[in-house]
């Protein structure tokens, strides 16, 4: 029977450490319910939990209203996430080009896109781009900053990825006469998507936070609709703690699909 690598690496605990570990558990559960009750309990004398406060989701057209606006979320998530990994292919294979003239422009564009916030990102495009006549619609002044910013970060992850795969793969397919590009697009990029696939697919849970800046440009997203339904029912935190079990089960979805591709890793 094989034992768990946690056994090999630092030996098995013995049970006077799984006694301590045992009540530090139930120690740690105990102080969670215990915010949990008391926060319940807070929303409860500040009147957030009345039963006039929650009467509108039980109108279709509420819920309605909030699916508008988690399609208005991933649809601009979608996109982003496509410019994110078109960009990011093209910035990590300009920075690994040997001619200066490529590799130094994509080295600053990506710096320059990693150390920018993406919220200042889109206030350029909101505030700055029109003033010079370059007026973009809402959806494309909340989804190409997003994805402008995401795409910095991407290209890194592939970086990471290519200098993953083994540098004997590489002279391999060198040694049989292919170009750099036949190497890098048939031998090592395939190989580096197989190393960074659930980074990529992580990425989605930040483009899809990110798109929370909507409210910046007044574009129909998710959090952009609670916020309407904040003021038309002066519900504040019913309104909230629906759009973030909404927000949860997105992202959990997401790091589900992440866990899945990245099993054949294992």
Not at 46 to 58: I, N
Not at 91 to 115: D, T
Not at 127 to 139: A, E, H, I, R
Request: aromatic residues 10%; hydrophobic residues 55%.
């Amino acid at each position: 029977m094989s034992r768990p690598l946690e056994d090999i690496l630092f030996g098995a605990p013995n049970p006077q450490t799984r006694t301590v570990m045992r009540a530090a558990s139930v120690a740690a559960a105990a102080v969670l319910l215990l915010l949990a009750a008391g926060v319940v309990y807070r929303f409860h004398a500040a009147g957030q939990l009345d039963v006039a406060l929650w009467e509108f989701f039980a109108r279709p057209t509420t819920w309605a209203f909030l699916a508008k606006g988690l399609l208005g979320t991933l649809a601009s998530a979608a996109t982003a996430a496509v410019i994110a990994l078109t960009l990011g292919l093209l910035l990590m294979v300009g920075r690994r080009s040997r001619l200066r003239l490529v590799r130094w422009p994509s080295i600053a564009v990506i710096e320059f896109l990693r150390g920018t916030p993406t919220l200042l990102l889109i206030y350029v495009c909101f505030l700055v781009l029109p003033s010079v006549g370059m007026k973009l619609s809402t959806y494309w002044m909340l989804t190409l900053p997003v994805g402008l910013s995401t795409a910095a970060v991407v290209a890194e992850v592939y970086r990471a990825g290519v200098l993953a795969v083994p540098r004997g793969q590489t002279d391999a397919a060198r040694s049989v006469g292919m170009t750099e590009a036949q190497v890098f697009f048939s031998i090592v990029f395939p190989q580096a998507l197989r190393y960074i696939v659930p980074a990529l697919v992580a990425q989605l849970v930040i483009v899809v936070k990110d798109t929370t800046f909507g409210y910046v440009v007044t574009y129909g997203e998710l959090m952009q609709n609670a916020k309407v339904l904040v003021a038309n029912y002066n519900s504040l935190v019913p309104v909230y703690l629906v759009v973030a079990v909404l927000y949860c089960l997105v992202n959990y979805a997401i790091s589900r699909a992440s866990k899945r591709l990245g099993r054949p890793m294992h």
